[in-house]
T-cell receptor, first 116, second 113 residues
Framework: EAGVAQSPRYKIIEKRQSVAFWCNPI?????LYWYQQILGQGPKLLIQ????????DSQLPKDRFSAERLKGVDSTLKIQPAKLEDSAVYLC??????????????FGEGSRLTVL | GNSVTQMERPVTLSEEAFLTINCTYT??????LFWYVQYPGEGLQLLLK?????DKGSNKGFEATYRKETTSFHLEKGSVQVSDSAVYFC????????????FGPGTSLSVIP
């Protein structure tokens, strides 16, 4: 059964601190996405993995954000140093049952970051 | 580039009222179109989709028709319930395998008894 586990669910940090989010696609899908959802906005893709490789990271602020996917399963998203504008929900997603081409996404519950 | 526009003003309706949430898109070619829903305290989930012109997606009493001539994919429901209160996101994906799903800003719906 498809599922995406994310942790932590909530995190509060001060600006310039670092934070890491973890995603485990329980079904072990080859494709994994990280989206950023700022309050009042739609999700924005940060990075897309295909197995261990990066397919699209064009909107990832690489001066402060990094992501990796070891062994093509779990993934971590790190922010260092955090800025106030990084306050958002970070969503991990995998393709839905129809596969990569359909555009259907299955999301985890997200990790809510508040930067003070 | 590809983009999605939808009404951002929150919508408040009485139970059993008719719902329309407008969505228009800009894309090259023939993208697939989606409505996602985010219920309070829950994750984002797919509500319905359409993959070609004149297709109608439907689920849970909601419908949306892919209109290529007006580049629109408006969400409708004939009689809303309190349980439909949520944020609704229109989205699109271009045809190539690795093109990302692009979301609109979301429309908050509150249904009052």
């Amino acid at each position: 059964e498809a599922g995406v586990a994310q942790s932590p669910r909530y995190k509060i940090i001060e600006k310039r601190q670092s934070v890491a989010f973890w995603c485990n696609p329980i079904s072990g899908h080859a494709t994994l996405y990280w989206y950023q959802q700022i309050l009042g906005q739609g999700p924005k893709l940060l990075i897309q993995f295909q197995n261990n490789g990066v397919v699209d990271d064009s909107q990832l602020p690489k001066d402060r954000f990094s992501a990796e996917r070891l062994k093509g399963v779990d993934s971590t998203l790190k922010i260092q140093p955090a800025k106030l504008e990084d306050s958002a929900v970070y969503l991990c997603a995998i393709p839905g049952t129809g596969g990569l081409n359909t555009g259907e996404l299955f999301f985890g519950e997200g990790s809510r970051l508040t930067v003070l | 580039g590809n983009s999605v526009t939808q009404m951002e003003r929150p919508v408040t309706l009485s139970e059993e009222a008719f719902l329309t949430i407008n969505c228009t898109y800009t894309a090259t070619g023939y993208p697939s179109l989606f409505w996602y829903v985010q219920y309070p305290g829950e994750g984002l989930q797919l509500l319905l989709k359409a993959t070609k012109a004149d297709d109608k997606g439907s689920n849970k009493g909601f419908e949306a028709t892919y209109r290529k001539e007006t580049t629109s994919f408006h969400l409708e429901k004939g009689s809303v319930q309190v349980s439909d209160s949520a944020v609704y996101f229109c989205a699109l994906k271009a045809r190539t395998s690795y093109d990302k799903v692009i979301f609109g800003p979301g429309t908050s719906l509150s249904v009052i008894p």
